[in-house]
């Protein structure tokens, strides 16, 4: 089992960057694919974007191909998105989610393990 703790949220203004952390707790904890969702008011929550365990492959959703970087560092049993250019709709709170599915999965419902939130918000 896994617990994470999203970090890093905060307000900024259009065009700006934030970079989140979903810290995870337990040895295993490189063992398992993180992904990251956001939700925003009244809407369902979708994928931003995925790296595998190893940190070879990685997933974006379209809306933030080429704004959005996500990396981890294994050993701090740690997982940065680094958002750039954001813009409002980018408003949001982000989660960090976990599996130990053998490929990366996009669907909500797939993972097993999520952190708490942290609210993003972008102003015009």
């Known amino acids: 089992q896994v617990q994470l703790v999203e970090s890093g949220g905060g307000s900024v203004q259009a065009g700006g960057s934030l970079r989140l952390s979903c810290a995870a707790s337990?040895?295993?904890?490189?063992?398992?694919?993180v992904a990251w969702f956001r939700q925003a008011p009244g809407k369902e929550r979708e994928f931003v974007a995925a790296?595998?365990?190893?940190?070879?492959?990685?997933y974006y959703a379209d809306s933030v191909k080429g704004r959005f970087t996500i990396s981890r560092d294994n050993a701090k049993n740690t997982v940065y998105p680094q958002m750039n250019s954001l813009n409002p709709e980018d408003t949001a709170v982000y989660y960090c989610?976990?599996?130990?599915?053998?490929?990366?999965?996009?669907?909500?419902?797939?993972?097993?393990?999520w952190g708490q939130g942290t609210q993003v918000t972008v102003s015009s």
């Open positions: 989610a976990a599996n130990r599915a053998i490929a990366v999965v996009t669907t909500p419902k797939m993972y097993d393990y």
């Open positions: 337990g040895r295993t904890a490189s063992t398992y694919n």
């Open positions: 790296i595998s365990r190893s940190g070879s492959s990685t």
